[in-house]
């Protein structure tokens, strides 16, 4: 049923789960048995749970899985409070379960992405959302996953960074810095949690085709496609099997590593 990984009775808490990849990603762990919680934004209740009843139908449904189990939960993710009072919640969800107790899974998946003006200024609002968005809040949720996950020895975690961690990117110092500080993190915790059962890796996707990339014009995506050696943009959906790759135990030997999904733009 499950095919080369299998999650089957694991649960993964999904952020971003509305975007893109966080939709792939979460269609890509319940096609593996995992039963999910999907997080995004206040205003996208609608979408998750379109997302929601799209998986359980497709997924889960289609497939003669004995899942029945989406929860969706609404959160932003640049309020402290709120993402300090995310995991407890989807605690409380997976305990009103049957068939699950635990959160097995964490996937950070949730960023901002936007241009920037060094030159001006205009930057530091931005900075300071940018690292909210895209590092503090990882860093807070993963510190509530693996204090959770060592009681059960056992988890995965998997960060979403970005190529422009690597590369850099002219007008994206503050997008580049933000997801260059999940390296140092996914590295820390991989390192300190290791003999706890807990794995954490961290996926750093190339030019993916979303919605995100409305911000280029059509001359400048063109410029990032002939950059690929491969000679095309990347899919959410390959996303969405590196991911689900390192939350199966076939990547049970496998911690502190960043998987490059880019094409072969960028190669370390």
């Keep these: 049923m499950c095919g080369f990984v299998c999650l089957h009775g694991k649960t993964a808490l999904v952020t971003g789960a509305a975007g893109a990849i966080g939709m792939a990603t979460a269609q890509s762990l319940a096609m593996q048995g995992a039963n999910l919680i999907l997080v995004d934004i206040h205003g996208k209740e609608k979408a998750l749970q379109e997302t929601a009843n799209n998986i ?3 997924c889960y449904n289609e497939n003669d899985m004995d899942v029945d ?5 609404c959160c932003d993710l640049s309020k402290e409070e709120e993402v300090k009072s995310l995991f407890n919640k989807a605690i409380e969800k997976v305990k009103e379960k049957a068939n699950y107790q635990t959160i ?5 998946n949730a960023g901002l992405f936007k241009s920037d003006d060094w030159n001006t200024g205009t930057n530091e609002s931005y900075l300071h959302l940018a690292m909210k968005i895209n590092f503090e809040a990882q860093f807070i949720l993963c510190q509530d996953a693996v204090k959770y996950m060592a009681q059960n020895k056992y988890g995965r975690i998997v960060n979403v960074a970005s190529i422009g961690a690597y590369s850099g990117g002219v007008k994206y110092a503050c997008y580049c810095s933000s997801k260059s500080a999940i390296l140092g993190l996914t590295k820390s915790l991989a390192l300190e949690y290791a003999k706890s059962g807990i794995t954490v890796n961290c996926v750093a996707p190339g030019v993916i085709d979303t919605p995100m990339l409305n911000i280029l014009t059509p001359e400048e995506k063109e410029i990032n496609k002939s950059m690929v050696p491969i000679g095309r943009l990347g899919t959410p959906q390959d996303i969405a099997n590196a991911i689900t790759f390192l939350c199966s135990n076939n990547a049970e030997y496998i911690t502190g590593q960043t998987i490059h999904v880019n094409g072969g733009m960028v190669m370390y």
């Design 56 to 58: 359980q139908s497709k």
């Design 69 to 73: 189990s989406v929860d969706i939960i």
């Design 104 to 108: 097995d899974i964490l996937v950070n």
